[in-house]
């Protein structure tokens, strides 16, 4: 098994427990009873509340036990090839067989799933099916634990250990109460999406703490729609809590001519002092610039950067260098899940360095706002942490 130590997955973060050792009760080992959820559930590193967490699980997600904690409350589980551990309580025994899967009724995969050319693991991989992805089974195995399907004009078996009935009506038990207008930040990395629903297109990743002021509430309380970088997007309200700290700005320095400045966030350049003005380039957050002139009420520097002459918002503009220290081998492991472009600077208006080839292992430093910093081989750059598990 590959050492991943963390991934993106279904809009959250996944984590390993290698290296970490546990009081395990040899008698509670349930090793390869596959259990189902029976709420909405938290993965951690270890078996208790006191351990990190790394991820959520949604209802009707089938696992696979790998073993009890030693007071019997905690379940070590393997999903999506990670060893991490879930409250024993929200999981019931899956009583699934061969006549469980319903044919030409319609599943969703709960992870990014091998597609196989028989069913077994002993058969060859033909494709990743990705999360989310709506199925229809055509066959499944003897022993229930396969399903043939078709995924883009591919046929091949996947485990049915990742497909969960897609519910046309769900009731989930009491939503999150949010309201329009007042702040709120998320609790864990998750997914906005361009609609009120999983069913739509992931807009962003939003990382922990983002905030966001909903200006509309879904009927059923369970989606709020927000404006993030100029774009209107859903997310829902289980991922937020009150955001209570102060957003009083504080009043930006004011530049003086031919000094170096640091950018305090990845900053426009415009070819105006205005936000209507259009954008010419981007600024990467901590970059050293010079400022050869300002407005008249210097909320505006114009500046040089990559050849190029613009102006950005001195509210973004610090005489104190922003990079943080960055302790070396501070990072984890990922893999593409497919042939992916790194870049010069976390969006696709930054230039190309390399396409890295899927299946490649990564280093992360980290993610942030949907793209994430890597080191691949001798090459360092960003690219989209969608597409690394």
Known sequence: ??????????????ASTIGINYNIASADIVSQEIYTTTNRLNMRKGPSTDYTLVGTLDKGVKVKAIEKSSDGKWLKINYNSQNVWVNFAYLQKDKSSNNDIKLDSQYETTANVNMRKGPSTDYTKIIIVPAQTKITPIKSSSDGKWVQINYKNVTGWISAQYIKTVSTTPTPTQPNKVEVGKKYKTTEYVRA??????SYDVATVLPKGTQVVPVEILKSGYWAMFKYNNQYMYVCTDYLESDNQSTTPTEPEKPINGKDYYTTANLNIRDGASTTSSKIGKIPNGTKVSVVDFNSNKTWAKVVYNNKTGWVSTQYLSTKSQEPEQKEDTYWTGTTTQNLNMRKGPST???IIITIPKNSDVKIYETKSGWAKIKYKSYEGYCSALFIK
């Open 1 to 14: 098994m590959k050492s991943i130590d963390k991934v993106i997955l279904g809009g959250v973060v996944v």
């Open 349 to 351: 208006d930054y230039s």
């Open 193 to 198: 999406r361009k609609g009120p629903g999983t």
